[in-house]
Structure formats: C-alpha cells, structure tokens
C-alpha cells in the first residue's frame, strides 16, 4: 500500500479534521498541510468556524466546502450518545457534499460499533480505524500527571495492551483521507508489542532515568482519582472491558497501510523524555 495515492479528492476540497487540536488530529491536520492540502481545524477553540460536536449550529459553517472528514469523536466514540452524534453529523457531512469519512474508533467497545454502523449507514465512502491505546496517553493525557509523579495507580495487573502511537494512527488516517484503496476497510492500528502497565512503568522508567512505578489499586479507587483530576469516572468502565483480554492481539494492518513496522513504546518514550515532556 506504499505506491502512489489514488486520490478522487478534488485540489479544492477542503478536509476537516475533528479534534483538530487533539493527539491524533492535530498531527492529521500537519501532515495534511505538509502535503499542501486545504485543511480546516474542527474544534471550540478555532477562530473562524468553532466546532463542537455537541452544537449542531456549529456543523453546517465547518462542512461548507469539505470533500473529506476525519471524525475523531471526544472523549470516546464509546460514550452513551457517542454514536447518535456521530451518526448525526455524518450525514450532515454528506448532505453538504462531503464524500470521504475516516473514523477513529476503538477496539472491542461494543459502543464504539454502534458508532462505526452510524458513519457506515450517512451513505459516504467511509473507512474505519480502530485504534489501540495510544502512547501518547502517557506525556500528552490523563497518565502525564501519574508519571510526573512516579506512579502509575491503575486496576489493571496482568492487562495486557499493543499500545499504538498517536502519529502512526495520523499516518493512516491521512492514507485513508487521500486514497480511494482505503474505502469500506475496517483496520485494527496495534502497536509491534503487547505491554502490561507494569512494561510500561519499566519502559517509562528506562526513558527517564527515574523510578515510574506501578501499583495496583480497586477499580472504586480509580474512579475516585479520576473525578478528583476532573475527568469522566466512566472511562475506569471503560478501561475495565477494554482490559479485560479480547485486546491481547497484535494486527497487521498498521505496518501493512504504513509500509514499515508500527512505532514502539521504548522508542517513543524515549523521544518523548529527551523532548522534556516529563521534565518538572
């Protein structure tokens, strides 16, 4: 999948990336204007055409002139009401002349597919990708703090998970955007290992040249510290069914869309330590 791009994309139709400020979108967003294409930032902080998914009077001013979408819902596609918002806005997108829709989506999260069957049913030419956990979770998201302070608290021992890194997913986002080859495909995006927190932690600690530790803690737990750093208690319920083993896979698309093996954890870790994203 390395030979040059069969794109239908016109050289004027603008793609719209959701979440454009976010892991993955932002670097979707770069690597589409690095290729000289019209890009427009879907998110509540642009200047001209705010988006937010949860206003649709803000939908029609961002479709205008889009030909393609990437729809990477927040906080998860998995969340109750992910998929009828979606769902909305695909056909919303296509109604106003977008043909091309690229969704992020997870892997074995049943709410995720209600998700996915909605982009499918706006009558666009859609490619999913479901994504394993991403490393940047780790020096960009919820578990920045817990490593800055040495411990990674979690009700996951023994989980095992392919953690995949957010540019390799913008990567394929990106082929999926610009190449008709990528319509009706459903990809699994893996990492090149399985890793427990506890590989993480050790992984972590070998980057910093600091102590990062795991330590197991109850599920009850967890969601107290989450509500306490202010984000949804739901995602502890979601990591619990996410974690639970049907994730203990590796998949081949990434390498296969990408024509190179998938980024691994001690390689971005490292990178992302000498870059100071842990430096107090």
Sequence with gaps: MTQQPHSTN????????????????????RLL????????????SAAERPFDWEDPGTWGPALDGVGAV??????????????????????????????????????GEE???AGEEAVKAAGGDWTVLR???????????FFHGPVL???????????????????????????????????????ELTGPRLLGFEDVARE?????????????VSH???????????????????FALVLDGRNARLGNDLPEILGRPARDFADYARDAAAAGAWRH
């Design 149 to 187: 302070a040495g411990e990674l608290a979690l009700p996951f021992a023994g989980a095992l998970e392919p953690f995949v890194d957010a540019g390799d997913i913008a990567e394929a986002a990106v082929a999926a955007l610009t190449d008709d080859r990528h319509t009706g495909r459903t990809y």
């Design 33 to 44: 204007e690095d290729r000289g294409l019209p890009v427009r930032i879907g998110s509540r």
């Design 111 to 113: 709410g995720a597919v």
């Design 131 to 141: 994504a394993a956990w991403f490393h940047q979770n780790f020096d960009e998201s």
């Design 220 to 238: 009850d737990a967890y969601r107290a510290e989450l509500a306490a750093q202010q984000l949804p208690v739901e995602l502890a319920d979601l």
């Design 70 to 107: 990437y729809l990477a819902y927040a906080p998860d596609l998995g969340f109750p009401g992910a998929a009828e918002t979606v769902g909305a806005f695909a056909k919303a997108a296509v109604a106003t002349g977008a043909r091309r829709l690229v969704l992020l989506s997870g892997r």
């Design 10 to 29: 016109g050289p004027l139709s603008t793609i719209l990336v959701t979440g454009g400020t976010g892991k993955t979108g932002r670097r979707v967003a």
């Design 204 to 216: 972590l600690t070998s980057a910093l040249g600091r102590s990062v530790a795991f330590r197991w």
